[in-house]
C-alpha cells in the first residue's frame, strides 16, 4: 500500500496553517540518555547550549519533565509537578530559558500512554490517582489493564494502569496539561512516547489542542527478520509507521525506525539494502521525507539500556547518511558530547555542510550506488555522497571535497 512520497509530500506541504511542521529544516538533538537522571541534568544541560546551538540544532528533546515513579521518567504519577529527578521546577525553567535565548526549542517527551497509580482501587490493583492533580479513578484506566475504562485501543504497556483515551474527560485533562506545558512552562515541541499505545486519532486532537511548533511520534515497531536476517524489504514495516503518520491527522512526524534497522545492517557491509525496489531510500524516508525523523541511537536503543544498538564502529557512517539525506535528522547525545571531540567535530562538518548545500526533510534523491561495499547519492542539486570502504568518487570536475572520514566522503558544488 506505499505511494510515492513526493506526491504526498507536495500536496501536503501547506497543511493546517503550516504551524506543525516547520520548513523542513529541522536537525535534532536528544539531549539525554538513560542515566541522565543521576547527574543533575537541567543545570548540566543549560552550560551545554551555546555548544547545542552552535552546531545548528534547531530543538532539543529533553526527557519526561514531570515527577515520576521511576527515576527517568517514564512512569509518571503527578503530572503537574516539574520536581523530578533531573532536577527542580527552578532548574528547569532556567535552562528553558536559556535554551530560548540561544533560539534551540525545547521538546517535551509526552508520556501519556500509562501512569503510575498513586492508591490502590477496583481489585487492590494501583490504578486510581488519588491526591494529586488529574485525579481520576479507575474509569481512566483501561479494563485490560485493571481499569473500569473500554479496552485498549492499541498495544499495552505492562506492569502500570494503561491510560483510557477514549474518555471524554482524559482527553479534556491531557489537553490542558499539554497546553499548561507549551503556555506555561515552556515547551514548544512535543515528542510521543510508545505512540503504538493509543490510537493516533488521540495524537490529532491533543497537537490540535496544544499546538506544539513541531511533533514526532515514536512508533517503534519490530522490523521483518527471518530468523536473525533482516529481511531485505521492509515495506510493511515502513507502512505501519506512515499508517500512524496518517491516523494523527498527518499533524506528527514519527522517528523513522526502518531506516535505522535497515542502515545499521547495512553498514555491515551490506550497503545493497539502502535502495529500495523502486529505486528509492528503503526507510519511511523514501516514501515521505517531511514527516521522518532519522536517528542512529536513541536511550532505548543505545545508551546502557542497548536493546538495539547501532554497531559503534560504523556510527560515523550512519551519521554521513542521515546528516546528508532527506528527512529530519537526529544527533544522539552521548556521540555528540560522550564519544570524544573526533566525533563530536565530525557531526558539526556534516551538519555544517547540510545546511550550506541547503539540504532539507523533503531535498530530492537520486542513488547512484548501492552494492556490497558502497553506497553513493546526490542529495538536492549540491551534495554528493559516499559510505563504505568501496573507493569511489563523483565524475566532473565541479565537485569538491567537502569532508571525509573513515569510510565515508561528501563532496559539494
Not at 542512529?296 to 543505545?302: E, K, L, S, Y
Request: proline share 5%; hydrophobic share 35%; aromatic share 14%.
Amino acid at each position: 500500500m506505499g505511494f510515492k512520497s513526493s506526491e504526498r509530500d507536495q500536496t501536503n506541504q501547506q497543511n493546517h496553517s503550516g504551524a506543525v511542521l516547520r520548513d523542513g529544516k529541522e536537525i535534532l538533538i536528544q539531549a539525554f540518555n538513560w542515566e541522565s537522571n543521576k547527574y543533575n541534568w537541567w543545570t548540566n544541560l543549560e552550560s551545554k547550549v551555546p555548544d547545542i546551538a552552535k552546531a545548528g540544532f534547531t530543538s532539543a528533546w529533553l526527557p519526561p519533565p514531570t515527577q515520576s515513579f521511576s527515576p527517568e521518567g517514564y512512569t509518571p504519577q503527578n503530572l503537574y509537578s516539574i520536581n523530578s529527578k533531573y532536577g527542580s521546577e527552578h532548574q528547569l525553567k532556567a535552562l528553558l530559558q536559556k535554551m530560548k535565548q540561544y533560539k534551540v526549542r525545547a521538546m517535551a517527551d509526552i508520556v501519556i500512554n500509562h501512569r503510575a497509580g498513586t492508591t490502590q482501587g477496583r481489585g487492590g490493583m494501583y490504578n486510581r490517582f488519588d491526591g494529586i492533580p488529574l485525579s481520576w479513578d479507575e474509569h481512566a484506566v483501561t479494563s485490560c489493564t485493571g481499569g473500569l475504562g473500554h479496552r485498549s485501543t492499541g498495544a499495552i504497556f505492562h506492569g502500570f494502569p494503561n491510560i483510557d483515551h477514549s474518555q471524554d474527560f482524559v482527553r479534556k485533562d491531557i489537553i490542558g496539561w499539554l497546553r499548561w506545558l507549551r503556555h506555561n512552562v515552556g515547551f514548544q515541541d512535543f515528542r510521543f512516547d510508545f505512540a503504538k499505545g493509543f490510537s493516533p486519532k488521540y495524537v490529532k486532537e491533543y497537537i490540535e489542542g496544544a499546538k506544539p511548533l513541531f511533533s514526532v511520534g515514536e512508533y517503534w515497531d519490530s522490523c521483518n527478520y527471518n530468523g536473525s536476517a533482516l529481511d531485505y524489504n521492509q515495506d510493511s514495516h515502513r507502512q505501519r509507521i506512515i499508517n500512524w503518520i496518517d491516523g494523527t491527522g498527518q499533524l506528527s512526524a514519527a522517528f523513522d525506525f526502518t531506516t535505522k534497522g535497515i542502515l545499521q545492517e547495512a553498514v555491515k557491509g551490506d550497503f545493497w539494502r539502502l535502495r529500495d525496489p523502486q529505486g528509492k531510500p528503503p526507510g519511511v524516508m523514501g516514501w515521505w521525507p517531511s514527516r521522518s525523523v532519522t536517528f542512529v541511537d536513541n536511550h532505548d536503543t543505545g545508551s546502557t539500556q542497548a536493546h538495539w544498538p547501532f554497531p559503534s564502529d560504523h556510527i560515523m557512517e550512519g551519521y554521513a547518511y542521515i546528516l546528508t539525506h532527506p528527512g529530519m535528522p537526529t544527533v544522539f547525545y552521548d556521540h555528540f558530547f560522550d564519544w570524544g571531540g573526533s566525533i563530536r567535530e565530525q557531526i558539526v562538518k556534516l551538519i555544517d555542510i547540510r545546511k550550506r548545500q541547503g539540504i532539507l526533510s523533503r531535498s530530492p534523491i537520486r542513488i547512484l550506488e548501492a552494492k556490497q561495499n558502497l553506497y553513493s547519492a546526490i542529495i538536492g542539486e549540491k551534495l554528493c555522497m559516499k559510505i563504505g570502504n568501496g573507493s569511489w568518487c563523483p565524475s566532473g570536475r565541479e565537485w569538491t571535497l567537502s569532508t571525509c572520514g573513515h569510510n565515508y566522503a561528501v563532496w559539494h558544488k
